[in-house]
Structure formats: C-alpha cells, structure tokens
C-alpha cells in the first residue's frame, strides 16, 4: 500500500487542473482517434468509450494490466482510443506490428485458447477465441495493424469480431 502512495503522490503534484470555466471549451477529440475509431452502438456504449486514453489511463480498460504496461511502452503507445473496438497508436508502423504480435500471442496463451479465422481479404489479421469463465463465456479477439495503429476487436461471434475489424481497417486505410 505505501509503494502505491510513494508512486501516486509525484504524479498528483504534476497535475494542473482545468478551471471549471473553461470546460466548455476542452476540445472533444484532441488527438483525433475517437473520430477514427469504430463507433459503438447504443447497447455497447459505457462510460469508458468514446474517449482516447493516455496508457496510464488505457491500463484500467486491459485485461491484464500488469502484462499489458510494459507492452505498450515497448512500443510507444502514447495513446489508446476505446469505442467499439480498441485503436493503439503505437511509436510507427514496426512498432505496431510487434505489438500486434505480442497482443494476438498473450491471448493464444490464455488457458483454453483457440485460433480462429482470420479476416477473409485481410491476410495479416490475426482472430483467437478466448474461453472465459471456466468456459463458459467465448469471447473472439481479432488483429491487425494499419500503418502505426493497432486495431483490436472484441465480440462473442467471430463474425461480428471480423466485420468490426474489417470495418476498423477500412477507417483507417481509406
């Protein structure tokens, strides 16, 4: 507990807080991923999405935030945007490609885990079904980089894990 303390309490003296009258004016999308990301539905909509996140802040939305840090710095994530998928914008193109690798190899390494297809038209994603719960649960996580992004989908139909990742490509690709 004190370890914790001794790591918050620097950071919290480095933070400068906006004054409330300027809310207004904060921009929306400052890095401008949120505008590049898949959007979510209505029903997969949470407090969480439609925001990009420092990694710092993406850790909390990780699966396994202790493995996933020193990944992301690895590659200089400087910042994740979460809708309906997640978007990694990554330090350039090689860097994304190994993170995209690590990704797709940390979830074949879960317990249970299965490769499924990947997305037809997209040779370099990469699809793992992830048992959860005992089993009870399977979820399909799909990857795939563009340029210095990495793109990843989560769905409980592979399909629907595919077309969102077909869909993220074609944001981002053009």
Not at 116 to 132: I, N, Q, T
Not at 149 to 172: C, G, N
Request: with cysteine.
């Amino acid at each position: 507990m004190s370890r914790t303390l001794d790591l918050q309490l620097p950071l919290i003296d480095t933070f400068t807080p906006t004054d409330p009258t300027q809310f207004a004016s904060l921009p929306v999308d400052p890095t401008g991923l949120v505008a590049r990301t898949l959007p979510a539905t209505a029903d997969r909509a949470t407090s969480t999405t439609g925001a990009a996140y420092q990694p710092r802040g993406a850790l909390h939305l990780e699966d396994n935030p202790v493995q996933a840090s020193p990944v992301l710095a690895d590659a200089g994530v400087d910042y994740v945007s979460i809708n309906l998928d997640s978007l990694y914008r990554a330090r350039d193109a090689a860097a994304a490609q190994q993170l995209t690798k690590t990704y797709g190899d940390l979830a074949a390494a879960r317990p249970a885990a299965q490769a499924a297809a990947p997305v037809p038209g997209l040779p370099d994603s990469r699809c793992v079904r992830v048992a959860e719960f005992g089993g009870l649960i399977s979820r399909y996580w799909c990857l795939t980089t563009v340029d210095r992004y990495m793109v990843k989908t989560v769905a409980r139909q592979l399909d629907q894990a595919q077309q969102q990742l077909a869909s993220q490509y074609r944001i981002l690709a053009g």
